[in-house]
């Protein structure tokens, strides 16, 4: 009779058998803590209690340790990847497959009130000061590589609207802004390695090519690149990868620059250099920049030129600035940076009898779009 159960339903008692033979693999292994392939940390078991029993909380919980601690989780997403691109599947999750193992945001829409709304809330904030403002918008990297992005694809021209913010800043009823194109140069040297191919941000030399930019329009002399110490960190898979789990992708390297010699304070707290060490030997590499992303961050150099003694600048941005900083170090005595999105006190107190030599704005397009903290500039 067994035998007969057996041979009648084999597809049933096959797939039992691997279903109880997963879940003790996955009750015997340890628990990981955290997925390399998806940069973040993973659910771990949650604790029954009474009040997580009642309110379902734990049911819900468990699941998602289950899913996270699947055995081989890893290796079934890369599967999945595989699958999908061999059916003739060129995105995932808002990223594009581009040429040469580049990936690329899926920019076919953008917030056009809150791009104009933002434009506003940094004229309002120019025009509330008596420093002149400079400002500069960085565009992603498929505006730059745009021979490399599918063709079928409507994506957003951030150049030409680049061009058009530049444009209206520039008007005469305007003149406490000064717009700067840093895209132009980004351009002229796009066959440098100016852009990660796996993560949204621009590389240390991109970053490099836009301070060379704003040093011409200041009238200030640059800092040579090529006389500075450089450190090249490997193995770096960033956001776009960790979004788009792309097997085919290249692994990027990361160059820093060893600047010696300044002080750092973030929120209050001293910082003996301006790189985050520890994090290069994590999967999200690039937040070693000026110790991530923090609401105040000051940099002093006391080495600075005897001309340049006194010297400051403000700087409001987002995280592409946190690879330029380097650079600017060698020009400013004094660099007080303000991420909004994690800066809380409100910037007509912060302002006050504080005097700059100069004042930066520099966003990335996307988030000029769609940060809505940009408009506390206002306030």
């Known amino acids: 009779m067994k035998k007969n159960i057996f041979k009648k339903y084999p597809t049933f008692f096959v797939f039992s058998a691997i279903v109880i033979l997963f879940t003790v693999i996955d009750i015997i292994n340890s628990p990981k803590e955290f997925s390399e392939l ?94 002149d403002v400079d400002f500069f918008i960085i565009p992603n990297s498929y505006a730059i590589y745009d021979e490399l992005t599918p063709r079928y694809l409507p994506l957003v021209d951030q150049l030409s609207l680049i061009n058009s913010i530049n444009s209206y800043l520039s008007l005469e009823s305007n003149n406490h802004i000064n717009a700067i194109n840093v895209a132009e140069k980004l351009l002229k040297n796009k066959d440098d390695y100016i852009y990660y191919k796996t993560d949204h941000h621009w590389t240390s030399y991109g970053a490099y090519l836009a301070y060379l930019t704003y040093m011409d329009s200041l009238g200030l002399e640059a800092i040579d690149i090529d006389k500075l110490e450089e450190i090249k960190i490997n193995n770096f898979f960033g956001t776009y990868y960790n979004r788009s789990k792309y097997f085919k992708a290249d692994s990027d390297f990361i ?125």
């Open 255 to 379: 160059t820093y620059y060893n600047m010696p010699n300044l002080q750092i304070e973030i929120d209050g707290k001293e910082y003996l250099s301006l790189m985050d060490l520890d994090k290069f030997k994590s999967s999200d590499k690039y937040s070693a920049f000026l110790w991530g992303n923090n609401g105040l961050t000051k940099v002093i150099n006391e080495n600075i030129a005897e001309e340049r003694k006194g010297s400051s600048i403000l700087i409001f941005k987002d995280s592409y600035a946190n690879s330029f900083i380097q650079f600017l170090a060698n020009n400013y005595e004094t660099i007080d940076i303000v991420d909004l999105r994690h800066f809380k006190e409100p910037i007509s107190n912060f302002m006050k009898d504080k005097e700059y030599n100069q004042i930066l704005i520099m966003y990335s397009f996307d988030n000029l779009s769609s940060d809505i903290n940009i408009r506390r500039l206002k306030f």
């Open 38 to 131: 998806e940069n973040r940390n993973l659910s771990q078991i949650p604790i029954l209690s009474l009040e997580s029993y009642i309110d379902t909380s734990f049911s819900s919980d468990y699941e998602k340790y289950i899913n996270d601690q699947f055995f081989l989780r890893d290796k079934w997403i890369d599967l999945k990847s595989r699958i999908e691109y061999l059916l003739g599947k060129r995105e995932n999750n808002d990223i594009i497959f581009g040429k040469d193992n580049y990936l690329f945001k899926k920019f076919t829409t953008f917030n056009g009130e809150m791009l104009e709304n933002n434009i506003n809330s940094i004229l309002t904030f120019t025009n509330s000061y008596k420093t």
